[in-house]
């Protein structure tokens, strides 16, 4: 689906102005502080680590609207929208647990050696086969699992773990925590809902530096991707882009035609029913005249 290449550039062009941001992680049956928790803004760089006692700071919380997503194992994720110009005084989250699966479960429900069958038809889904991809990795494959219905032809794919993403054309290491995935191989579709973080790969020579923002700029700019968060976050503008409205104009002189073309037709054809509109004889100088 080519949509982890497409949103990379994105994240040097955050906006600047800033405010903090506090909260705390509950777990929601026992009420007690979730430790080591990752609390991130969705397609940027910007995250935190909630402590012992279940507290996190955002320092410094960009302008714009942005999708806060909590990542803990062994809880469902949770995902809130915010805008910086109404952030709470303190945000309380309360997760979701897990509940563990069986063996049983998991040997009748997932696939067997599913990602020896899967796992090239998914990379090729979510990361895509341009030149970019090429040098893109995802780490720990067996994350995922996968489930195939073989009445509809659709692939679900589940990841209960943050993948973990190495894309060396634009430096960056991305946990991308799977929320869903499916396939309809019958259609050609896809439906595929994820939240990624992303983080500047270490010991980087200048060239590489340089290598890796060209790349980004080219994968961004003008993508899909750069479009819709431009129109999320009402900055079409200011991202360079224009909009404009879609009149539909009638062609007249294409309706003329089009009606005296069939007026031709119906009167030839009653006239000569022998002369077929795909011969060459309706179309002699001696027919139009």
């Known amino acids: 689906m080519r949509f982890i290449i497409s949103l990379l550039f994105f994240l040097s062009v955050l906006p600047t102005n800033a405010r903090s941001l506090e909260g705390k992680l509950l777990d929601e049956k026992t009420l007690e502080p979730i430790s080591s928790a990752t609390i991130f803004l ?21 302008s714009g609207r942005y999708e806060l997503i909590v990542s803990c194992s ?3 994720t949770r995902r809130i929208e915010l805008i ?18 069986s063996p049983e479960f998991i040997d009748s429900t997932y696939e067997k050696d599913g990602w020896a069958q899967w796992g090239e038809l998914f ?10 991809s090429r040098d893109t990795r995802l780490k720990n494959p067996k994350q995922v699992k996968f489930i195939y219905n073989k009445v509809t032809q659709t692939l679900i794919a589940v990841a209960h773990e943050p993948l973990l993403i190495e894309n060396k054309a634009f430096g960056y290491w991305i946990n991308f925590t799977l929320e869903h995935f499916e396939y309809q191989l019958n259609r050609g579709l896809i439906a595929c809902k994820g939240y990624p973080l992303f983080r500047e ?17 080219m994968a961004y700019l003008g993508s899909w991707m750069h479009f819709f968060r431009s129109l999320y976050r009402n900055q079409l503008v200011e991202q360079g882009f224009e909009v404009r409205k879609i009149q539909k104009v009638v062609n007249e002189e294409y309706r003329r035609v089009k009606n005296l073309l069939y007026s031709r037709v119906n009167e030839d054809t009653s006239k000569h029913p022998s002369v077929s509109l795909f011969d060459e004889k309706f179309y002699s100088k001696d027919s139009i005249q």
Not at 44 to 60: A, E, H, M, Y
Not at 123 to 132: P, R, V, Y
Not at 205 to 214: E, H
């Open 42 to 62: 969705s397609y940027t760089k910007i995250n935190t680590t909630s402590l012992s006692d279940g507290r996190f700071t955002f320092p410094q919380f960009p």
């Open 123 to 132: 990379l090729k889904q979510l990361i895509g086969t341009s030149k970019f």
């Open 84 to 101: 910086s110009s109404a952030l709470p005084a303190f945000l309380s989250i309360s997760l979701t647990p897990l509940e563990k699966e």
């Open 201 to 217: 790969m270490e010991n980087k020579r200048p060239t590489q530096i340089s290598k890796c923002s060209f790349n980004r700029q």
């Open 74 to 76: 062994g809880y469902k």
